[in-house]
């Protein structure tokens, strides 16, 4: 298909504007500054432009068309009513004076609080674009904490390697030095490695529970009391939060902070990678190293933005998040009301059990005991037949299915992580137990048909190797 | 004289240099070398510290020097074609040349047979 | 049993399903798990639709909607006109509703378009290469200090005063925990420009990186060409650009810049109360294995056929994990493809008009406020479509007067500045019509009977 620019044609435009209305001046800018060449953008029919990203668009597998079991990404249903409920927030400007933007500034202060809520803990932010910028946030707070507190010989991360990748960057890019723990042969982590590595030089210890195999982390009181025997802090990764709002929460836990994904958890649309939402929770002894601002609320029941966290770890982007993103969680948290967050949580992890169970006899499940709301299944099996996950998961394409997060997490090999979602029907679930059986039976007989897989996408599997190396990047 | 380490290196001596570069063996199992990470010339190394990447698609491997020593030359030819890796990776494929600074560290390194009993 | 309308499960599925499982409790699921939590979260009980979308609209009605506001009032986030067709296009469900293009045979619309919007993004900045975007210009900037120092591994990057404030809050914010240092260079007083000499006296064997504004946060156009002559050769020169000045404005490329990036919002976005925008991050080709983000490029697939895939992944937190050169894991996407769809319909003779009547608006109000007598220049330099006058009435009053009659008067840039309160910083774009103008100039006019 050609590029946009490919189809650009001298003289044609999808664009018009009124006449000048005011008398023109010369311009004064120095000849130098002044552009001597216009940056060659497409010149098209507003046709021409709705046809080209119609046709992209149908290029796109995306939760509206089909089944997206994306591991640790929860691509549950987005309402529409999310985006309608956004588009009335469009037109505001970030600097204006706070009495005109009450009902925004409210809607921030009640997110706030409910995300408080569902995790336990005493203050949010809502300031994070996303959840990797979350846990830099969080990160950066374990940083104002140790120096405010002059636990200056405080230099250590600790996590888990099954850990997201994000956290181990995150961690770095705060300044600390990363320790990995191996897990245990149950797949979460081995205590007695853990108490090997923890000692006082450790500032923080980030954790997913449950973790990216969907295994519930049973020694997470001991691992708390651990660490704040040492001083340090727990993060809570909450990628995985979708498996537990109102059974239990991070903060009762003994975690000290939480980012949280909105555009996971909490319904939004992930828009083909954000923008997403990252709100950081923390402990009351820690709300002084939020970032500026969070909103607040005064005597007379106005709402304002404080400025004044005199500690705060800064400022992590521009104005006050992704306000739109925010609308749309909103929405959502209104809509699900107490005991249908609760209830999401629930069949959430119900569909993941009954995935696992149908496919148990089949499949090797790496960790095969009651889940969360995903698991992992161990590919290797499929060596003996010539294909490997890479080729399963290329061939549910034909089916009209997006495959599993695959080779993640790093310590399963060949791995496929599973999470269907709450929002998903037995029928829906159903059919894709019985797809994958139907592929297993292909790997068996016709392994080939795995290895050409997919054939019914808009293009066959591409050649990553050339894209590195002749590193085309643009038209 | 041709030493390997666990960590999928391998090192020929000649004199005082030591030719450095990736197993066979390793670059079958990174898949296409889509880029070398070269080290700069006069670089000092010690035994066991990185000296430079090599990647594939979907991995990033660090190349732990088996000796101590400095860069005194390195195969610039990997920069437009790295593939050289996959077609030969313990000669054309070579990645660095040390100036070695103590021959001892050659003792403590496998033999092409007690590396490849190792795989 | 309650219904809720995202959640598909029958009572006859749940039993069914448990049985499967081999549970008579959902609870069994949940045994492993400490009771800590036994009660039920204190938020509200669910909603109907009608209910919610009737509290969302009240909450509505106390923010004001800007879209029939007369705006006078810019400072990083703009209000121009964003056609009909960006947001029905961009927001089609197949873009909404999918994530990061993983599987690429079946993302081609994401990856073609982040490919496209790559390619105009190296246009206007007249770099070679760009990423698919970065989470907003804040950001962008912060993460661009952090790649000039892994170019050079030098740690001092010396930031323009000028530049948007919280641009300089989050650099710092990024910076400060990797033992990098920053340090502020002055602004000329008559000229509103980076001032050089300060510029000169502070760069040292140390310094990583110089970073302006083009325009700067002022609106006043500095000399890309002039800063970049004076640094030396491994020093990089980083400059945040507002993308619509760039239809005006020389390439950032074309006078030296080695890495440009800038707030996205003003290409299509919605101002959305300052997010989700997106940032826009390009440099030259030689550094781009230091790039943070996701970069898109070309191949094909098994049958030779044009396709296009996420490269360079081995800089990425998901394969470097540590040692990735940012910790960023997504982009934003949406927006990115938002601004790609705008700058396909104005194309390039739009955005050269776009530019050209923002300058010519700014410029009419700028000379009728400073005819009015009731303002006084600060800076000679020349601006783009910002501008910072002095008012000689209190500005705040005035601009809760303008409020009554649906205008969004000028920034008091106090809210920033200690040493500049009351000054006001003005902005236009084609949306601002001669009528608003005037009217303005004519409340203007009014002020001293109106007592402020």
Redesign the interface.
């Known amino acids: 298909?050609k590029?946009?620019?490919e189809k650009?044609k001298e003289g044609?435009?999808?664009?018009s504007?009124?006449k000048?209305?005011?008398?023109?001046?010369k311009?004064?800018?120095?000849d130098?500054?002044?552009?001597?060449e216009?940056?060659?953008?497409?010149?098209?029919n507003?046709l021409e432009?709705?046809r080209?990203?119609?046709e992209?668009?149908?290029?796109?597998?995306?939760?509206?068309?089909g089944f997206?079991p994306?591991g640790s990404?929860t691509?549950?249903?987005?309402?529409m009513?999310n985006?309608?409920?956004a588009n009335?927030?469009?037109?505001?400007?970030?600097?204006?004076?706070e009495e005109?933007?009450?009902?925004?500034l409210?809607?921030m202060y009640n997110l706030q609080n409910?995300l408080g809520?569902?995790t336990?803990m005493d203050a949010v932010t809502l300031q994070p674009?996303?959840?990797?910028?979350g846990?830099?946030t969080g990160m950066?707070i374990v940083?104002k904490y140790i120096e405010d507190n002059g636990f200056t010989n405080k230099t250590k991360v600790i996590l888990p390697d099954s850990a997201?990748?994000?956290n181990?960057?995150?961690?770095?890019?705060?300044?600390f030095d990363?320790v990995e723990v191996k897990s245990g042969a149950d797949g979460r982590v081995d205590l007695e490695e853990f108490k090997k590595v923890m000692d006082d030089t450790v500032a923080a210890i980030m954790l997913t529970n449950p973790n990216t195999l969907g295994l519930?982390e049973?020694d997470?009181?001991e691992i708390a009391r651990l660490a704040h025997e040492h001083n340090a802090l727990l993060y809570y990764d909450g990628a995985n939060l979708n498996a537990?709002?109102?059974?239990?929460?991070p903060g009762?836990?003994g975690f000290d902070i939480v980012h949280l994904n909105l555009h996971k958890t909490f319904?939004t649309?992930?828009?083909?990678?954000?923008?997403?939402s990252g709100p950081v929770g923390v402990k009351a002894k820690l709300k002084d190293y939020l970032?500026k601002p969070i909103v607040d609320i005064n005597e007379e029941g106005k709402y304002f933005f404080n400025y004044d966290i005199p500690k705060s770890?800064?400022?992590?982007?521009?104005?006050?998040?992704?306000?739109?993103?925010m609308?749309r969680a909103?929405?959502y948290?209104?809509?699900?009301?107490?005991?249908?967050?609760?209830?999401?949580s629930?069949?959430a992890?119900?569909?993941a059990?009954?995935l696992r169970?149908?496919l148990e006899k089949e499949f090797d499940i790496a960790y095969d005991e009651?889940c969360?709301h995903e698991f992992v299944i161990d590919g290797s099996f499929l060596k003996e037949y010539g294909v490997k996950t890479l080729d399963f998961?290329?061939r549910l394409?034909d089916y009209g299915i997006?495959?599993p997060?695959i080779y993640?997490p790093l310590i399963v090999h060949e791995a496929m992580m599973i999470e269907p979602t709450?929002?998903?029907?037995?029928e829906e679930l159903d059919n894709f137990v019985e797809v994958m059986h139907k592929i297993l039976e292909e790997a068996k007989t016709d392994p080939e048909i795995l290895k050409?897989a997919?054939r019914n996408?808009?293009?066959?599997?591409?050649?990553?190797t050339?894209?590195?190396k002749?590193?085309?990047?643009?038209? | 004289m041709k030493k390997f380490t666990k960590t999928h290196e391998w090192v020929e001596v000649e004199g005082k240099i030591a030719t450095i570069g990736i197993t066979e063996h390793a670059a079958e199992e990174l898949g296409d070398v889509t880029?070398v990470?070269l080290p700069e010339e006069g670089k000092e190394v010690k035994k066991g510290e990185a000296l430079c990447a090599v990647?594939?698609?979907?991995?990033?491997s660090d190349v732990y020097s088996p000796v101590s020593g400095k860069v005194i030359e390195v195969n610039t030819e990997l920069d437009a074609s790295p593939e050289i890796i996959n077609e030969d990776a313990e000669g054309k494929g070579w990645i660095v040349k040390l100036e070695l600074s103590d021959e001892s560290e050659l003792d403590g390194l496998l033999t092409e047979e007690e590396y490849k009993n190792s795989l | 049993m309650?219904r809720?309308?995202?959640?598909?499960?029958t009572e006859e599925?749940?039993k069914?399903?448990?049985n499967?499982?081999?549970i008579n409790d959902?609870k069994?699921?949940?045994?492993?798990?400490?009771k800590?939590?036994e009660g039920?979260?204190?938020?509200?009980?669910?909603?109907s639709?009608i209910?919610?979308?009737r509290?969302?609209?009240?909450?509505?009605?106390?923010?004001?909607?800007?879209?029939d506001?007369a705006?006078f009032?810019g400072?990083?986030?703009y209000?121009h006109?964003v056609?009909s067709?960006v947001y029905q296009?961009?927001?089609?469900?197949?873009?909404?509703?999918?994530?990061?293009?993983?599987?690429?045979?079946?993302?081609?619309?994401?990856l073609?378009?982040?490919?496209?919007f790559?390619?105009?993004i190296?246009?206007?900045t007249g770099m070679e290469?760009?990423n698919?975007?970065m989470?907003?210009?804040?950001?962008a900037v912060a993460e661009a200090i952090l790649m000039a120092s892994r170019v050079n591994k030098k740690h001092k990057a010396l930031v323009a005063k000028s530049i948007?404030p919280?641009?300089i809050?989050?650099s710092?914010?990024?910076t400060?925990?990797?033992?990098l240092e920053i340090d502020l260079i002055n602004f000329n007083e008559k000229t509103g420009r980076i001032d050089l000499e300060d510029l000169k006296s502070k760069i040292d064997e140390n310094t990583s990186s110089v970073v302006i504004s083009y325009p700067n946060f002022f609106g006043i156009?500095e000399?890309?060409?002039q800063i970049k002559e004076i640094l030396p050769e491994k020093v990089l020169l980083i400059v945040n650009a507002y993308p619509i000045a760039?239809?005006?404005?020389?390439?950032p490329g074309?006078?030296g810049a080695d890495i440009v990036v800038g707030?996205g919002q003003s290409l299509g976005n919605?101002?959305?109360?300052?997010?989700?925008t997106?940032g826009f991050f390009a440099s030259k080709q030689k550094y781009?294995?230091q790039m943070p983000g996701?970069?898109?490029?070309?191949?094909?697939?098994?049958?030779g056929?044009?396709?296009?895939?996420m490269?360079?992944?081995?800089r990425?937190?998901?394969?470097?994990?540590?040692?990735?050169t940012?910790?960023?894991?997504?982009?934003?996407?949406?927006?990115a493809?938002i601004a790609?769809?705008y700058?396909?319909?104005?194309?390039?003779?739009?955005?050269?008009?776009?530019a050209?009547?923002s300058?010519?608006?700014a410029?009419?109000l700028a000379?009728k406020l400073i005819e009015s007598e009731k303002f006084e220049p600060i800076f000679e330099g020349?601006f783009f479509n910002e501008f910072v006058i002095k008012p000689k009435f209190d500005l705040d009053k005035f601009?809760?007067k303008l409020?009554e009659e649906k205008f969004?008067g000028p920034?008091n840039l106090g809210?920033f500045f200690e040493d500049m309160k009351n000054d006001a910083l003005f902005c236009a774009t084609?949306l601002n019509?001669?009528?608003e103008?005037d009217y303005l100039i004519s409340k203007v006019g009014e002020i001293d009977e109106i007592n402020l």
Do not use: W
């Open positions: 298909m590029l946009i620019f650009s044609r435009t999808a664009f504007l009124p000048l209305d005011v008398p023109e001046m311009i004064e800018i120095e130098e500054l002044l552009r001597k216009a940056p060659n953008l497409p010149q098209v507003e432009v709705v080209h990203y119609n992209l668009e149908r290029k796109n597998h995306s939760v509206d068309s997206y994306l990404c691509m549950k249903y987005n309402p009513l985006e309608e409920m009335l927030f469009n037109y505001i400007h970030p600097y204006l004076e005109h933007v009450q009902g925004a409210e809607l409910y809520e569902i336990g674009a996303a959840g990797a910028h846990e830099l950066l940083r997201h990748g994000t181990p960057a995150s961690a770095k890019m705060a300044g990363v519930f049973k997470i009181l537990i709002m109102g059974k239990v929460r009762d836990m319904s649309p992930h828009g083909m990678g954000g923008p997403g970032p770890c800064g400022r992590l982007r521009t104005f006050y998040g992704n306000f739109s993103v609308v909103y929405t948290i209104l809509m699900m009301g107490k005991e249908g967050l609760k209830f999401a629930e069949m992890v119900l569909n059990n009954y169970k149908r009651v969360k998961a290329k394409l997006h495959p997060t993640f709450e929002t998903e029907s037995k050409e997919p996408t808009p293009v066959r599997r591409l050649n990553e050339i894209a590195n002749q590193l085309k990047l643009r038209g | 880029f990470e990647e594939s698609v979907k991995s990033a | 309650k809720f309308p995202y959640i598909p499960h599925d749940i069914e399903m448990m499967v499982i081999g959902i069994e699921l949940y045994k492993d798990i400490p800590l939590f039920e979260l204190n938020i509200p009980e669910s909603k639709e209910e919610v979308k509290e969302l609209l009240e909450l509505s009605k106390r923010t004001i909607n800007l879209e506001y705006m009032r400072a990083g986030i209000k006109y056609p067709a296009l961009a927001t089609k469900r197949n873009f909404l509703t999918a994530y990061t293009p993983y599987q690429a045979e079946v993302s081609q619309g994401t073609q378009a982040l490919y496209e790559q390619t105009a190296c246009e206007l290469v760009a698919s975007s989470y907003d210009g804040g950001t948007h919280e641009y809050e989050v710092r914010t990024y400060e925990s990797q033992g156009i000399n890309i060409k760039l239809g005006l404005l020389e390439a074309k006078l707030e919605y101002m959305s109360f300052g997010g989700p997106f781009i294995r996701r970069i898109i490029g070309e191949t094909v697939d098994a049958d056929k044009r396709g296009f895939v490269v360079l992944q081995t990425e937190q998901h394969i470097r994990r540590a040692k990735a940012s910790n960023i894991c997504s982009n934003h996407a949406l927006m493809v790609s769809i700058l396909s319909i104005i194309g390039r003779e739009g955005l050269k008009e776009i050209y009547q300058y010519q608006k410029h009419y000379k020349e601009n809760e409020y969004i920034l809210y084609e019509t001669k009528e103008i």
